[in-house]
């Protein structure tokens, strides 16, 4: 099989890049070798590299400055969907792409299931919504995966965001009154790896048709998220507790503050609730999550053991937590 991994620079690509090296020839691009807004470029260079199989793991994710930039948000998290699933239905080749919690209002006061309506409430969750839905309606075998909170132990997210500020400040404010699934980009790799093979078979024995037949028979939309949810208040009291456990994590901060997000003032709207529930896949794939807690303590003992050197994140005010 070789695959064609778009994204392999963010959270969830460089997992999947990690992952898929061990069962396939990984064609990894970013975005220098990669123009997800060429157009017609994108579509070239898809047929020039001749995947099997394509996994779009690219994504705009940037919450808040998609407001401000709805054109580059659209043309990555809609465009680009497009187009790649419009070059795989002409090559017959399989699809796997990413899709978000963010395509829910959040008014529903309960997990969301796959048949739920969906009605974001900003660019980014607009973009990616119409992202999803081309490639859904494409005609090519697909598999689409929303998840939701994703972070890692690398780059940019959440955690890595709190660890800083844990290290920083006596106090931190966090949004109590959002509520969803934190999900490990780790655990987001090994579940399409498992779920590619639940729908083309074992890895050693894997084409382009018999995956592309699966995903006719078995694929298209799935929830993929942890069995129990929290908010950002509780996810960030979580780490602070698991990093105060391990030396080599600097913990001053004795106290993580709940606020609200009317007291938190965002550039983009947010929906309060997208807890989303995975019965779905775990009834057609056999995959399930482990219990949100658990990942985010493996998590940081793997950031622990790799002496992980933490950068402050760019964009504060894109993580719900106030300056």
């Known amino acids: 099989m070789r695959i064609l991994l778009t994204g392999r620079d963010g959270q969830v690509g460089r997992e999947l890049l990690r992952a898929l090296r061990g069962v396939a020839d990984v064609d990894a691009a970013g975005r220098d070798e990669l123009d997800l807004t060429g157009g017609q470029a994108l579509a070239r260079a898809v047929h020039e590299r001749s995947p099997d199989l394509i996994v779009n793991a690219a994504a705009y994710t940037s919450v808040d400055r998609a407001e401000s930039e709805p054109g580059r948000a659209l043309a990555v998290n809609s465009e680009a969907p497009r187009i790649l699933a419009r070059e795989a239905a002409r090559l017959d080749i399989p699809i796997v792409h990413y899709s978000t919690d963010y395509v829910f209002d959040g008014r529903k006061g309960a997990p969301y299931a796959e048949e739920d309506g969906t009605a974001p409430v900003n660019v980014y969750g607009r973009t990616k919504l119409i992202g999803e839905r081309a490639v859904t309606c494409s005609g090519a075998p697909c598999l689409v995966l929303r998840v939701g909170w994703v972070y890692g132990g690398r780059r940019q997210n959440f955690v890595t965001a709190m660890l800083e500020r844990f290290a920083t400040r006596d106090r931190v404010s966090v949004v109590a009154d959002e509520l969803g699934g934190p999900t490990w980009s780790r655990r987001i790799a090994a579940c399409t790896l498992a779920a590619l093979e639940a729908l083309g078979g074992p890895w050693s024995r894997m084409t382009s048709s018999h995956l592309a037949d699966g995903m006719r028979a078995r694929g298209g939309l799935y929830h993929l998220s942890p069995p129990d949810h929290t908010s950002w208040h509780g996810f960030a009291s979580e780490i602070q507790a698991l990093a105060s456990r391990e030396s080599v994590f600097a913990v001053k901060a004795e106290r993580v503050d709940p606020i609200s997000r009317a007291e938190w003032q965002a550039e983009a709207s947010r929906p309060g609730d997208t807890r989303m529930t995975s019965g779905r896949l775990a009834a057609a794939l056999g995959i399930s999550l482990p219990p949100w807690r658990e990942d985010?303590?493996?998590?940081?003992?793997?950031?622990?053991?790799?002496?992980?050197?933490?950068?402050?994140?760019?964009?504060?005010?894109?993580?719900l937590v106030r300056r």
């Open 296 to 319: 985010v303590a493996a998590c940081l003992r793997d950031m622990a053991s790799r002496r992980a050197e933490l950068v402050p994140t760019e964009e504060p005010a894109s993580l």
